[in-house]
Antibody, heavy 118, light 108 residues
Framework: QLQLQESGPGLVKPSETLSLTCTVSGGSMSSSYYYWGWIRQPPGKGLEWMGSMNYNGSAYYNPSLKSRITASVDTSKNQFSLKLSSVTAADTAVYYC??????????WGQGTLVTVSS | EIVMTQSPATLSVSPGERATLSCRASQSIGNSLAWYRQRPGQAPRLLIYSASIRATGIPARFSGGGSGADFTLTISSLQSEDFAVYYCQQYHVWPPWTFGQGTKVEIK
């Protein structure tokens, strides 16, 4: 059974860079059919797709975040990562990592709350 | 960007009763629509894709319908685990993959 687990700081200061890692276990990341990505959810609000990348570097980003977001994949460690620069309080959210196959996100991490505050 | 609008925001239903949720796209998306359920404190779970196909392991009480711009998710007999928030997601035009704002199904 595939499992995903987010890790990273729970508190980030305004204007700094948010960095999260997702560790994948129970399966391989190395298929061109799989995209590994990030979806966030501000407290009490809905879901926002942020970006995704496959193992050979093909990436898609939400245009609303494109200038601030970088995704990467490290298949040797079975991990993928997110960096979001110049954060503000509006970036406070639960961040989920997820696998996308074609249309849809079929496996998700449990989510990690990141608060942006000084 | 395609905007997805869900209605109602909250639906009050008794256990064992039927619930029907709606999702509307800002333009035609064919049948490129998925539904997810999110229980409190949990990640979303994929229920339906291609508007009407149940994902692996999803019980038959969940059914999806519609095409073009208007879609529905019907839960035929609500179980305790179904009191949750439901999201639709389009994948006709991407990026970005966009979600609706959610419908909360609560116990009446």
């Amino acid at each position: 059974q595939l499992q995903l687990q987010e890790s990273g700081p729970g508190l980030v200061k305004p204007s700094e860079t948010l960095s999260l890692t997702c560790t994948v276990s129970g399966g391989s990341m190395s298929s061109s059919y799989y995209y590994w990505g990030w979806i966030r959810q501000p407290p009490g609000k809905g879901l926002e797709w942020m970006g995704s990348m496959n193992y050979n570097g093909s990436a898609y980003y939400n245009p609303s975040l494109k200038s601030r977001i970088t995704a990467s994949v490290d298949t040797s460690k079975n991990q993928f990562s997110l960096k979001l620069s110049s954060v503000t309080a509006a970036d406070t959210a639960v961040y989920y990592c997820a696998r996308r196959v074609g249309c849809c996100h079929d496996y998700w991490g449990q989510g990690t709350l990141v608060t942006v505050s000084s | 960007e395609i905007v997805m609008t869900q209605s109602p925001a909250t639906l009050s239903v008794s256990p064992g009763e039927r619930a029907t949720l709606s999702c509307r796209a800002s333009q035609s998306i064919g049948n490129s629509l998925a539904w997810y359920r999110q229980r409190p404190g949990q990640a979303p779970r994929l229920l339906i894709y291609s508007a009407s196909i149940r994902a692996t392991g999803i019980p038959a009480r969940f059914s999806g319908g519609g095409s073009g711009a208007d879609f529905t998710l019907t839960i035929s007999s609500l179980q305790s685990e179904d009191f949750a928030v439901y999201y639709c997601q389009q994948y006709h035009v991407w990026p970005p993959w966009t979600f609706g704002q959610g419908t909360k199904v609560e116990i009446k």
